[in-house]
């Protein structure tokens, strides 16, 4: 889900350029299969793996299918940022968090959230218990690590409210995409996502006993409960193409076959971890497992239905991406979006669908389950 760490300048200089060569997209251009079946591509953030086992099971269950769609499902990279391939037209549907896709578009990309999928962040900054660092005020006089490249704003926006200046209170290390240098004791508070880097430190032996870390050996500081948490992933569409009827038609079944794939793997935990393993993941069965079971987490319940944005959850991302400042004095947006950036209109029309086909869009009963991890994740 994420690329190489750079600057957030940098990275939207790069968004900015390949946009450029965008000259925009009209109506839809519908190719089919042999059987009928209109073809679609969604480019996903990141190679496949549990964070996306919803639209892998869309795929694997026939849901796509049922709704008339052959949908091809584009790993993404360390090269790939999903919204500017949406935006130049060589994907129909992306994934992509929304302050980052936010940037894209105030770049110049004709972009629209048009399902919400994860209703809650899953960024933490995670100690170890002997560290002390409870909350975000414990930062002060620490290492702290983060991503860069759009990840880190919820960090600093914590640390913000929580009365620190980033620039002088504490050391700000630049953090590689795992989780070695916090082991290694280089950071105090590393970056994690709970349904990846989180497990990846309870997948590894604690060399004191020679046993794995189990959560009790740490602390996190979790970007929800601190009021500062921005919406992350979403399904985007190409904006330009949402004036076609047909395009707009096929956003809906699109997004009804997903949001049914959610729910699936919702109630088929294993199976989501056994299709996932076989679409070509090389992380692990158990890390497979963790993964979905905490991407429920942050889906499930869904008070409004599944997909649906919450205009005070958007707002909030909003908020911190125009106002809160990285290291190097950036801030993701310099204006707010316009009522096009996101609409709730395909996910209404989508959950529709999927509430005549009895399907619970809520999840209002939903219990995460315990789940084991192996060493290594396997």
């Not at 391939?85 to 110049?108: C, F, H, M, N, T």
């Not at 919400?116 to 962040?121: L, Y």
Request: proline share 3%; charged share 20%; hydrophobic share 40%.
């Amino acid at each position: 889900m994420r690329s190489p760490a750079t600057t957030l300048r940098a990275w939207l200089a790069v968004t900015a350029l390949a946009l450029a060569a965008v000259t925009g997209c009209s109506t839809t251009d519908t190719t089919t299969t042999a059987d009928g079946l209109t073809k679609v591509k969604l480019q996903l953030q990141w190679f496949k793996q549990g964070q996306f086992a919803g639209y892998l099971a869309a795929a694997n269950q026939g849901f796509y299918k049922e709704q008339g769609l052959a949908v091809d499902i584009l790993d993404g990279g360390t090269d790939i940022v999903p919204q500017t391939v949406l935006a130049q037209g060589q994907a129909d549907y992306a994934i992509a968090w929304v302050p980052k896709a936010l940037a894209s578009r105030e770049a110049g990309a004709g972009i629209t959230d048009v399902a919400q999928i994860f209703q809650r962040s899953g960024t933490k900054q995670v100690a170890f218990k002997s560290a002390g660092i409870n909350g975000p005020a414990d930062l002060k006089g620490k290492k702290v690590g983060n991503w860069g490249y759009g990840n880190e704003f919820e960090l600093f926006a914590g640390m913000t409210r929580a009365g620190l200046d980033p620039a002088k209170d504490v050391t700000l290390v630049q953090q590689q995409f795992d989780m070695n240098a916090f082991l290694g004791h280089d950071i105090d508070a590393a970056q994690a996502m709970s349904y990846n880097e989180y497990a990846q430190l309870l997948e590894t032996k604690n060399p004191a006993n020679g046993k794995l870390y189990t959560a009790d050996d740490f602390t996190t500081i979790d970007w929800n409960d601190q009021g500062v948490a921005m919406l992350q992933d979403a399904v985007w569409a190409n904006s330009e193409k949402l004036k076609d009827p047909k395009y707009q038609e096929q956003t809906v079944k699109f997004i009804a076959a997903s949001l049914k794939g959610w729910a699936f793997c919702r109630d088929h935990l294993d199976t989501c971890r056994d299709l996932t393993v076989a679409a070509g993941s090389t992380l692990g069965a158990s890390h497979q497992q963790w993964q979905i079971n905490e991407v429920n987490k942050l889906i499930w319940p869904s008070p409004n239905g599944i997909g649906t944005i919450d205009p005070s959850a958007w707002d909030r991302t909003v908020t911190i991406a125009k106002q809160t400042r990285n290291q190097e004095g950036h801030t993701v947006l310099t204006r707010t979006p316009d009522d096009d950036a996101y609409t709730n209109d395909y996910v209404v029309k989508a959950l529709d669908l999927l509430k005549s086909q009895s399907i619970d869009i809520i999840g209002g009963g939903y219990a995460p389950q315990a789940v084991t991890l192996a060493e290594g994740g396997k």
